[in-house]
């Protein structure tokens, strides 16, 4: 139970500024936030870390703070699809984080994506509703540059099989993804989803990406995501927990990468990387 009283209705916060759902404040989170779906996540997150705690735990909302070979992190998990993703990111950037990066699992749209593969994200179609709350849909959901390449540097170093492209990030798994709904029910573009987005070079569905970086650009920040790819909807093929190790991995290397990279341009005086930074 929240039981510091609350500054307004319309600021949902404590005086010491604790979030009403993440139920953290300034000082429990690092700048950078790995964002998995699954509560349970957070903790398989957390066991590669040299120092962790756990800083809050409300409704879908599990917070770890620690290290990371050097590096502050943190991970929320953030539920199933945009409403509940908006709302960490929201409150996450109010108490000081200012990289996210997804961590999740995802269903494969195009064959030659095999199941346990990895995809990094460079962007997302819209189709969830939660960023239309934010900006016109003709806003782009990219990710950071920075971010997209930290992911591929950690997966290359790795030894990972990955995939990189763009997402379509949907507010149902089931219709919204082509899958029947209950008795069969499904409409006709429910039925050309698939293929519309396959011949659009789309490699993957999945329920958070979009909103997450949409809110990331919108308020100057940075974000990407790395997914397992658990399933394939064109070979039919579904294995629970597929490539999530190799994903969590790959995550938590990208921020020590990040870290290293945000070091090296504040030492030199720049706003942005690129390669030749680092020679």
């Known amino acids: 139970m929240f039981k510091e009283k609350i500054v307004s209705a319309a600021v949902p916060q ?10 953290c ?31 809050a735990k409300h409704r879908e909302y599990v917070t770890f703070t620690g290290k990371y070979r050097g590096a502050p992190i943190s991970a929320t998990s953030t539920g199933i699809g945009g409403p509940a993703a908006a709302i960490a990111v929201e409150e996450l950037l109010r108490v000081g984080a200012h990289t996210f990066i997804r961590v999740g699992t995802t269903g494969a749209i195009q064959k030659f994506i095999g199941v346990g593969d990895l995809i990094i994200t460079t962007a997302a179609v819209r189709l969830d509703g939660t960023s239309k709350q934010y900006v ?14 930290a992911l591929i540097e950690a997966a290359e170093s790795l030894g990972v099989k990955y995939h990189v492209g763009i997402s379509a990030s949907t507010d149902s798994f089931y219709t919204g993804q082509g899958r029947p709904g209950f008795k069969g029910y499904m409409l006709s573009w429910m039925k050309n989803i698939i293929s519309d987005l396959q011949r659009a070079n789309v490699l993957n569905f999945e329920m958070e990406s979009s909103t997450i970086f949409t809110l990331a650009n919108i308020y100057g920040a940075r974000a990407g995501s790395v997914c397992a790819a658990v399933a394939n909807r064109v070979t039919d093929e579904f294995i629970v927990d597929a490539g999530v190790e190799d994903a969590i991995k790959v995550a938590n290397e990208a921020v020590r990468i990040l870290y290293g990279w945000d070091n090296i341009k504040t030492k030199k005086g720049k706003k942005y990387f690129y390669p030749s930074l680092t020679m």
């Open 25 to 55: 404040k300034p000082g429990d989170v690092a700048p950078y936030v790995l964002l998995p779906g699954d509560p349970g996540r957070v903790y398989r997150i957390a066991k590669y870390w040299d120092e962790k705690r756990e800083v």
């Open 136 to 149: 016109f849909t003709e806003y782009p959901a990219a990710a950071s540059y920075e971010v997209v390449l």
């Open 14 to 23: 404590t005086e010491k500024g604790k979030q009403y759902h993440i139920h």
